[in-house]
């Protein structure tokens, strides 16, 4: 079929600024839609990637119901795949333990646990390149857009490609790390910024 899908895992609602966003987002003639709704998000991703890779789509533009952006966020991302890469991330920020961070990871990978198990590292970039294609070792997966060959590049290699490792960790940064892992590179575009809808609207500016 080739072509684009857009995946949006949820809890049943997402933000209206979202829908808002969602409703004015420019996308290619035959752009496909899906969602999945679910409490469990690693499994609502699973569920996402199987319907991506079952539906023969080139690349996958994932969206997060809780964040907004602009119509030309879809446009700007595909012309960085056009440029040849895998993925791309648009520039998020989060807001935890009063601070506003940046969605964007230096450092993403597995340590021992010293009990033979594994812990999930991460280190959030505090500086990033502002205005700027930059790599990364990871980011959520609020807005990014992806080949379907990597996703089934990393459920051949490691099965479910969002299982979290281990059963607590982030299922977007497992999935990152198993990029790496197969020598997938990851980057964010700071030139295609969104926020996160929390109360008000979470951006660069009270990050700033």
Known sequence: MGGLIVAIPCRDTVAFRFFESMISLRVPDGT?????????SYVTRNELARAVLEGGYDRVLWLQGDVAFSPDLAERLAADLDAGLEYVSALCFTQGGG??????????????????????????????????????????????????????????????????????????????????????????????????????????????
Do not use: N
């Open 99 to 208: 601070q506003v961070l940046p969605d964007a990871y230096s450092e993403v990978g597995w340590q021992d646990d010293g009990a033979g198990g594994k812990v999930l590292c991460a280190t959030r970039f505090e500086e990033y390149p502002r205005d700027s294609l930059f790599r990364v070792a990871g980011t959520s997966l609020s807005a990014v857009m992806m080949s379907a060959d990597a996703i089934r590049r990393v459920g051949e290699a490691f099965g479910a490609p969002f299982d979290p490792v281990p059963s607590t960790a982030d299922e977007s940064l497992s999935f990152c790390a198993r990029l790496t892992e197969l020598g997938i590179a990851m980057y964010c575009d700071s030139r295609v910024a969104l926020g996160r809808v929390g109360g008000e609207l979470i951006g660069d500016r009270p990050y700033e």
């Open 32 to 40: 496909h839609w899906t969602g999945v709704s679910g409490t469990l």
